[in-house]
């Protein structure tokens, strides 16, 4: 019988700092914000932390100094040290799939040494970069045609997942940046139409595919490319064309040339780069098509800043590991079962669902490195949208609801779109929203504005909701990877603590298997055993298509 290659740790529950703040928890409960800040004034000055180009107001949280002590105990009893210097040094921390974790390594300067099996990974990553640069170079000055001798002036990304979550997320949060002559689009759903909408105004002589998958066997982004493929030879008629319209990102050379892809169109990566940690890979080819290779090393050094601070700083004085601890206090202290995560910037719109992969497939975790069921919640259920749409849609129940939903509030000092004072407005509301949220309106305040006493309930606002403030200069390449490292650590962190493999993701694979069994008995030639519902459901379809 073959045994886990899991290090034999001290279970979770077992470890010091977690008995302690588990007691600790039952008495600062009823502790409220409005107390702490009246017992602390300078609590505002004193509970932040300012580094790496990003200020965190961490003091609206539900924590004495002693909570904050015993949450970076437990950091040290976790060994987070030593497996933030397993991560960083290449050690194959993902047990459940043999792997180094290095997206640090994508980001690393020219000069750096990490070693996979012996082997420096540096310079193989900067060649690819160099290659990167080269070909959007190319692009974007014309000098690349398409098969009829146009100019390429769309650009389509075929992925799914973090093959598409991360080139979306960066391209709308840097639009301001990129290119504004040309088109950049992402298809990713199965359902054709994402694709027909994609494509129904483009011309494929100027149109150019990027198809992005690690693995290049992902169903949703192979059925797209065949699609794709077809769409083009429509217009251009001569297979040849694919050379000059179809470039791949990958790890898999072997698919890419079964697909008809030159593989000297291929820019790769490695397996030690995690599909949801792989926006700053080539991956990102289509966010430095449209930014430039500059913005694109630009980001890439905001990354390694973020991945430096982590490394080296102490516990106490880390953004990573403090956001981390403080949302896993919520989670597994309070029941709290979600963080918000809430942008005021319209050009993160697509941040919160970024960061739902990332943190969800990342931890949603229900057994240990070495296989047993936790007994505590791992990863929360992240979501969110930019303010202050959110404000006038689901903040009702962050306010008034009987959850606690801790809060990721985003803001930057300048904006990139100064008109008139739009940008005062909006940053009015970031604070006015963590004050309403941590200090609230007592019954007393409520009642001295003359509300009749049946009324005085409905509008009272307990407060004690916490949050953090996260306050950035400006939306820069720089600052957007710096912002996406410091989640992608204090997942790491949180990670670390829970016990779990936060680079595998398992939890996919049941639904890939059973969809692929299920279409063949769509298409009308097998049929399946399943339970009454699915078969029911399925024959429902079947007759309503006329089968
Ligand atoms: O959804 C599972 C998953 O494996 C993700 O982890 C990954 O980002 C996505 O599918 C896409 O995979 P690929 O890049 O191999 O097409």
Redesign the pocket.
Known sequence: MSTSPAATRTPLAELPAWKALATHAENVRGLHLRQLFQDDPGRGQRLVLDAAGIYLDYSKHRITDETLRLLLDLAEQSGLRERIDAMFTGEKINITEKRAVLHTALRAPKDAVIRVDGENVVPEVHEVLDRMAAFSDRIRSGAWKGHTGKTIKNVINI???????GPVMAYEALRHYSRRDMVFRFVSNVDGTDFAEATQDLDAEETLFII???????L??MTNAQTARAWSLETLKDPKAVAKHFVAV?TNAQEVEKFGIDTANMFGFWDWV???Y?MDSA?GLSTMLAVGPENFRAMLAGFHEMDEHFRTAPFAKNLPVVMGLLSLWYNDFFDAQTVAVLPYDQYLKRFPAYLQ?LTM?SNGKHVTLSGERVGYNTGPIYWGEPGTNGQHSFYQLIHQGTRVIPCDFIGFSKTLNPLGNHHDLLMANVFAQTEALAFGKTPEEVKEEGTPDWLVPHRVFEGNRPSNTLLLDELTPEALGRLVALYEHAVFTQGVIWQIDSFD?WG?ELG?VLAKRIVGELEGSESGKHDSSTTTLIDRYRQQRGQ
């Open positions: 992925g799914i997942g973090g093959s598409d979550l992005s998958s690690k693995t290049f066997t992902t949703e982004t990958s995690g599909g949801r792989s991956i992969q497939e993701q996919v890939k």
